[in-house]
């Protein structure tokens, strides 16, 4: 009972340590969201730990709107509410590069209980095209929102235009599937969620940060109490 006793309070103490861990990950996103930096090519990451330094983070891009490149992610609620996130690619000044902006939520119902044809067609919600470069802004998120796939059929999760889940590989053939191959188009590896005002009928949601400190601080309590029984039994046993 001893040995369950100790090793009870070493998990208790890593649960704390990763608590405060978590916590400052949190403050670090927190800042992050709060200074605009503007995106240019040199910044363009190549390991996971580079990418990873981009989540949560502020940006400014500049660029124009790739045509045919918008694409809808069905069954994502806001306050309740089902709808579709809508999503579109956008080529940056330098022409070399696409960065893919969530330009905000719109309401539909799930599934088939809506008339999809416009939405598989990529009709709906199209960015303004006029070859006129423009500055967006809006906060990084490296994460796909992906959910749980039950179905196997390509065509239920990617029907045209109307997709259940993101993938990196689909993303880049939409907005670069013309110059597949080409490695002059770099696609950059986070999502921008646009946090500028404009008339395109779309809400806008921004990426809704977790802090899981307390989740941590609550196993730690539970192991502490474990660890607190077990020195009991020993001690009644002992008697």
Known sequence: MIIVFLLCISLSLWQVSRA?????????????????????????????????NF??????????????????????????V????????????????????????????????????????????????????SIYSGIAQTSLMRRIELAKDERLLRDGHLWQNLSWQELFRVCCGSAEGNSTIVMWPFIIWESSENNNGLTKVVPFIRNVMEKHIGYAIQ???????????????SR
């Open 20 to 52: 405060f861990e978590k916590k400052q990950l949190f403050d670090t996103k927190i800042e992050r969201g709060k200074n605009f930096i503007k995106l240019v090519p040199d910044m363009m990451p190549t390991t996971k730990s580079e990418v990873y």
């Open 55 to 80: 989540d949560q983070q502020a940006l400014t891009v500049e660029g124009v709107w790739v045509p045919d490149a918008t694409i809808y992610i069905d069954n994502r609620s806001n306050e309740g």
């Open 82 to 133: 089902p709808g579709i996130h809508v999503l579109s690619a956008l080529r940056l000044r330098d022409s070399k590069t696409v960065v893919w902006v969530n330009r905000g939520w719109a309401p539909k119902l799930p599934g088939s209980l809506e008339n999809s044809n416009k939405y598989n067609e990529g009709i709906l919600y199209l960015p303004k095209n006029d070859d006129t470069y």
């Open 223 to 237: 192991w502490l109490l474990l660890g607190t029984l077990a020195l009991f039994f020993s001690w009644r046993l």
